[in-house]
Nanobody, 115 residues
Framework: QAQLVESGGGLVQAGGSLRLSCAAS????????MGWYRQAPGKQRELVAW???????DYADSVKGRFTISRDNAKNTVNLLMNSLKPEDTAVYYC?????????WGQGTQVTVSS
């Protein structure tokens, strides 16, 4: 069964850190570039970081230098370490494939950064 489960969000003050985790079923994860997305209230979902099966990584400019994405191919997990958080990082964060994301998105995990 294709499934994505995100966790690790919370409320943090500006400048703080959070570590998000995503567990994906193998059919979604194996051999695929995985990404972290976010959606703030009233805005479209945006891609913020992605990692290929061989570890090639890239980030949206808005998070570059602050966020670090990683994956564990043995466990079918992808993580996002977020440092120096800003109020504008407040959003629901999701993981999914970078290319051809599955339609059945997970529930996401809420990240709220207070000023």
């Amino acid at each position: 069964q294709a499934q994505l489960v995100e966790s690790g969000g919370g409320l943090v003050q500006a400048g703080g850190s959070l570590r998000l985790s995503c567990a994906a079923s193998g059919i979604i994860f194996s051999g695929r570039t995985m990404g972290w997305y976010r959606q703030a209230p009233g805005k479209q979902r945006e891609l913020v970081a992605w990692v290929s099966p061989d570890g090639t990584i890239d980030y949206a400019d808005s998070v570059k230098g602050r966020f670090t994405i990683s994956r564990d191919n043995a466990k079918n997990t992808v993580n996002l370490l977020m440092n120096s958080l800003k109020p504008e990082d407040t959003a629901v964060y999701y993981c999914n494939r970078r290319y051809s994301p599955i339609t059945n998105w997970g529930q996401g995990t809420q990240v709220t950064v207070s000023s």
